[in-house]
């Protein structure tokens, strides 16, 4: 059974997004174990990318000071098998195919295998591309997780059937950032996921508050959130992680 699945096994999955080394390294380092700690069932990693097209201004931003700071994926990888001495959650990385394409396609999703990392999200890809991943993926047992859209529609069976790990359901349309309140028919969205796969869905995008996860939760199997955490790190920096670990627990308690 891949080990992302082993997220979901426990009720609704609650999923946290951290920006490596925004603002520094250890900072992430204290940032994940204190999600871990306080009841992420599984973690996503940005790597920071000059360009990273789905997200706002936010994790923008995050992506600007990591890079500022000298964050390499070298380093990153480095920081991944640190965290494995006692982190036991799944952790994937969220990063552009441009990433791995520079570092080598092979020698990137090898060294998640050795690192420790369970899954890959290229939001970048589509669909029709993945095939530039998945058979390396699969050859290294990191599950390469598919994306779904409000803008999927007929493309919505095909891409489950094929899903691996878990789907990322996107909330609606736009790149990500907190959303006052979320209007898509996501409901009928998993339904057709529902029919065609039983690998599990989490949606993200726009969510912020306990009252969104638990209203997300409920239509799928868990609740994303990125930026209401870079939100925590860009106004406490190095203090952030204690305040990462409490909203984590709050919006962990909001979806049990």
Known sequence: MSKIKNAFQNGKAFIPFITCGDPDLATTAAAVRAAAKNGADLIELGIPFSDPTAEGPVIQAANIRALSGGVKTDKIFDLVRELRTD????MVFMTYANVVFSYGA???ISTC????????ILPDIPYEEKDEFLPLCRQYGVDLI???APTSE???GMIAKEADGFIYIVSSLGVTGVRSEINTDLG??????RQNTDVPCAIGFGISTPEQAKKMADLSDGAIVGSAIIKLLAKYGKDA???IGAYVKEMKDAIR
């Open 188 to 193: 009928s969205i998993v339904n057709i996921i």
């Open 113 to 120: 295998a050795e690192a420790g990392i369970d899954g890959l």
């Open 154 to 156: 007929n493309r919505i």
């Open 106 to 108: 092979e020698r990137f």
């Open 146 to 148: 598919s994306l779904i």
């Open 241 to 243: 992680p204690k305040h």
């Open 87 to 90: 982190v036991t959650v799944p």
